[in-house]
């Protein structure tokens, strides 16, 4: 169990191993630069874009299991506060084109096809989070595909209890509200509240993917700190880049037609830079505690052994005084 309060620079993982903040940031951009995160990120993006679609699909899917109609429509305001306009675009013409054809068939093999090349996405980030780590993949392929397929299953669900909260947050209170006797106060306290608890499903499905996606054994406490990272420098990475598009970035001159296809993949790259780094972090952290933990061991294992000279001396026989 973590002790954030306590000074053990190998307990508190905000202690960061004993190393500083400049320390950190020094040895995070060395590696950083060692294992070409930015070529890495670039791949992932790739991957990520290929399985965007099928994980709408799957996604989609699953809403409509739940009572939240008209949620799509909903939903995609709330990634408008994040997501350039080009891109969002693009992803609301798909998902109406899978509301207007979809019908009761999708939850069939279908689904389970979307399923398995959303997964796809999940893959890549273990690949370079083991870059990152510094690891090699032992694990089996079927291992590998239903570690993935268990995470996309998961963060689907996050993402539609995030939904829940937003878009149904006030009506939880008041229903809460009524339920407990409470009144107006409970009802405008979990409004005000339903953002963190957002923030919080995110920070938590972050630290999931980087305590499960990499082949390394590590304790819980160790991925908050990059975790912590990526989740604030996601949002805002995300409305910087938002906010360049709208304003500098004129796409559609360039790119035309596929404009939206390339915000898309910027903004897939931007964020698996910042995983990435965020996954360096824990990696350095762990690194400088493991390091401390050794030094402290081979210290004890100095004090509780006798050299061999004094062993020797103290079996050898007293020689006399003068004759």
Known sequence: MADLTSDSRTENPWKLGGLSWKELAVKVWREAWEDDILGRAAQLAFYLLLALFPALLFLTALLGLFPLNPVIPQLMDQMGQVLPEDALSLVEKYLQQIMQGSGGGILSLGLLGALWASSSGLTAIMETLNIAYDAAESRSFW?????????????AGFIILATVLVLSGEQLGAWV???????????????????PLVMALMLFAVAVIYYVAPNVKQDWRWVTPGSLFAVVMWLLVSLGFKLYVASFGDYNAAYGSIAGVIVLLLWFYLSGVVLLVGGEINSEVGRAVNARAERARVKIVKKTSVPPHQSARAHAPKMGGHR
């Open 177 to 195: 509200a009524n339920l407990v006797g409470l009144g107006h106060a409970f009802t405008v306290a979990w409004v005000v509240l339903k953002w």
């Open 143 to 155: 291992k590998v595909r239903l570690i993935a397929i268990a995470l996309t299953v998961g963060l």
